[in-house]
């Protein structure tokens, strides 16, 4: 069982980056995804999650309107597309899958995103 996050990297103020999350060894359809971010002294903070039923969605104020999370259950990848990135922005992000009614819950390793000038 395995999440694989990658597509972090350094932008600049206003660019944009595309994240995926891979599953491997069990079935994304059945799990609700999270992209959860923690910068340097700060507290891991949820980002942006989509159900597995509805695909309904949640954002955190200060990404609305600039992130988007979405999922491919035929390709085990959920993406989190970011735009109009901020300074603030800086963190490790890390996608997280849990199976609804269950204990059962898997963290991916994190990528870096740095936004600089």
């Known amino acids: 069982v395995q999440l694989q996050a990658s597509g972090g990297g350094l932008v600049q103020p206003g660019g944009s980056l595309r994240l995926s999350c891979v599953a491997s060894?069990?079935?994304?359809?059945?799990?609700?995804i999270g992209w959860f971010r923690q910068a340097p002294g700060k507290e891991r903070e949820g980002v942006a999650c989509?159900?597995?039923?509805?695909?309904?969605?949640y954002y955190v104020d200060s990404v609305k309107g600039r992130f988007t999370i979405s999922r491919d259950n035929a390709k085990g990848t959920v993406y989190l597309q970011m735009n109009s990135l901020k300074p603030e922005d800086t963190a490790v992000y890390y996608c997280?899958?849990?199976?609804?009614?269950?204990?059962?819950?898997?963290w991916g390793q994190g990528t870096q995103v740095t936004v600089s000038s």
């Open positions: 997280n899958a849990k199976r609804s009614g269950t204990i059962i819950n898997y």
């Open positions: 060894g069990f079935t994304l359809e059945y799990y609700a």
């Open positions: 989509i159900s597995n039923n509805d695909d309904s969605t």
